[in-house]
């Protein structure tokens, strides 16, 4: 039943995000007006709890997310099948949620 | 879907000087092959199978293909035409033609026994994969099933029921193309028009076989399937309701 | 009477030709899948540019002062255009699958293309 998993968790975790990402988009929006900069970022979301849930559960799930599309991608159109396949996309979930993890805790962390 | 919109309204009138059309015909077997040109005079209302059939009898009688009805309802005569699969003798040759040109080859994501015809097993065995077979739910001293033609679950069966196994949605769908285990828009929709019919009782063992590899879940709904069904069938929508039912027995809700 | 002649090596000789025609849901499907591609391929950039937050503060202002290049707005429009299109393509596929009511696909997939160039062009102009 692992297909029937996988498909599951790509659709929960897609949902999850919906508001993440529209939230994203809103924030971007918001936030590019003037120029970037370090300080105007930092001085945001540094200490904040909110954002630190936020962008923490939005990594959690793009990792998942993102690790079973690409398996698709990879099976379908580059011909990878049994172990090379699943572990190349565990190890993209396990890049993502890593660098991820380090980039909340650069932008939330005191 | 209408042969208008399928393939555009405009009507290819070129030909060469002479009245002809330059058909390219895929020759060859499960090996591999190459395109063979035939000249082949151009008639009114002439179908893609006129073509095909011409070419075997005047041509080139070496030249393999299938076909039985030859008015629609069979599904012997699918063949890819123009990169689009088609049933030939319903397909009017003015309405595919590109630049005077026609493509013909054999359906796309089946072996090639020869020349235009594909070997159909695997289509038939990923059938049987996707438990696409009735179940029986009573014996011969039970009473008639009654079956209401509004009930909504079988109004949602018989939306797939007419399906002929031409393999045309087998051949137009990339999936199954890229991901050999997948079972395919035609077995799907057989196994969903089961689980929608009060008499089957397989609702789980079917649920269980399109859960598998290659079952429902690694349908992307990129719909060429009831794009190009020549019966106007649905299968894109008939796999959606297998993946809805699915989701609600994972939820703990749906059948038992 | 007519004879055949062989063309020679048109299409794929190794077995018969595999291309399939476009049509409108297939079009929505290839975007779906490569916005997905390439935001997968951003994100890894995209956390690490973040990341300079906790090592070197200052590689980052110098980042985003880069930023600000037009040909870096653009790139920036189009990572939004993807990652909204994406979204708004995956909840018409979302309500396809686990919705019961039947849909208007052509039409939800227009649908989606619009809202995604719509709010990716709010940000450009904010942007520039």
Redesign the interface.
């Known amino acids: 039943m692992l297909e029937l998993r996988l498909y599951m968790a790509q ?1 929960i975790t ?2 999850i ?2 508001p993440l ?2 939230g ?2 809103a924030v ?2 918001y936030a ?2 003037g ?5 105007e ?2 001085g945001r979301t540094q200490g904040s709890m909110s954002w630190a849930l936020f962008y923490g559960s939005f990594v959690v799930a ?1 990792s998942i997310h ?1 690790a079973i ?2 398996r698709t ?1 990879l099976s379908e159109w580059a011909g990878l099948r049994g172990g090379v396949l699943n572990g190349v996309c565990l190890a ?1 979930c396990a ?2 949620l890593v ?2 993890g ?2 909340v ?3 939330t ?1 005191i | 879907m209408p042969d208008e919109q399928r393939s555009g309204a405009t009507r290819d009138r070129t030909d060469n000087a002479n009245g ?1 059309l330059a058909v ?3 020759r ?1 077997d499960g090996t ?10 151009r008639q009114e209302s002439q179908t893609v199978l006129d073509i095909v059939t011409w ?1 075997q009898q ?3 009688a070496s030249l393999t293909y299938r076909f039985a009805c030859r008015v629609g309802m069979c599904g012997s005569c699918a063949m ?1 035409v ?4 088609r049933w030939t003798c319903r397909t009017h040759v003015e309405r595919v033609a590109r630049n005077g040109e026609l ?1 013909i ?2 359906l ?1 994501n089946l072996p ?1 026994i020869k020349d235009l015809v594909t070997d159909m097993d695997p289509f038939f065995d990923k059938w049987v994969k996707a438990e696409a077979i009735h179940h029986p739910s009573a014996g011969r001293d039970d009473e008639f099933a009654a079956v209401t033609p509004d009930d909504p679950e079988r109004i949602e069966a018989s939306a797939g029921i007419e399906c002929i196994n031409c393999a045309i949605c087998y ?2 769908c ?1 999936t199954v ?1 890229g991901n050999p285990d997948y079972l395919g828009p035609a077995a799907l929709q057989r196994a969903w028009t089961l689980y929608n019919d009060s008499r089957d009782d397989g609702g789980d063992a079917i649920l269980d076989a399109v859960s598998r590899s290659g079952g429902c879940h690694s349908c ?5 399937c009831s ?1 190009y069904c020549p019966n106007d069938l649905d299968p894109m ?1 008939a796999i ?1 309701g297998l ?2 039912a699915t ?1 609600k027995r994972f939820f703990g809700g749906g059948r038992g | ?11 794929q ?9 476009g ?1 409108a ?2 079009y ?2 290839i975007l779906h ?1 490569l916005s ?2 390439g ?2 391929l951003f ?2 950039l ?3 540019v ?6 070197d ?1 200052a590689a ?2 110098g980042f ?2 880069f ?2 290049l037009p040909m870096v707005k653009l790139a ?1 429009f189009g990572l ?1 255009f993807l ?2 299109v994406h ?1 708004f393509g ?2 018409r ?2 309500a ?3 919705l ?1 009511w ?1 849909a208007p ?1 052509k039409t939800l997939a227009a649908g989606t293309l619009a809202v995604s160039a719509f ?1 990716s062009g ?2 450009f102009l ?2 520039i």
């Open positions: 659709r897609a949902l995000m919906a990402v529209i994203h988009i971007m929006i590019v007006q120029g970037l900069s370090a300080g970022i930092l793009v993102g599309g690409v991608v993209l890049l993502l660098m991820g380090r980039a805790l650069a932008v962390m | 002809t390219y015909v895929w060859g591999g092959g190459r395109e063979q040109r035939f000249d082949v005079p070419i005047q041509a080139d890819m123009n990169d689009e699969p493509h080859a054999p796309r090639v051949a137009a990339d193309a992307h709904s990129m719909g060429s794009h929508g959606a993946k809805r989701a | 009477m007519n004879g055949g002649t062989n063309v020679g090596m048109s299409r000789s190794g077995r018969a030709p595999a291309r399939i025609r049509h849901l297939w929505a499907h899948r997905g591609v935001l997968a994100l890894p995209h956390f690490w973040l990341s300079l937050a906790l090592t503060v980052l202002d985003l002062a930023t600000e920036e939004v990652l909204a979204l995956g909840l596929l979302m396809l699958e686990w019961p039947p696909h709010l709010i940000f904010q942007a």
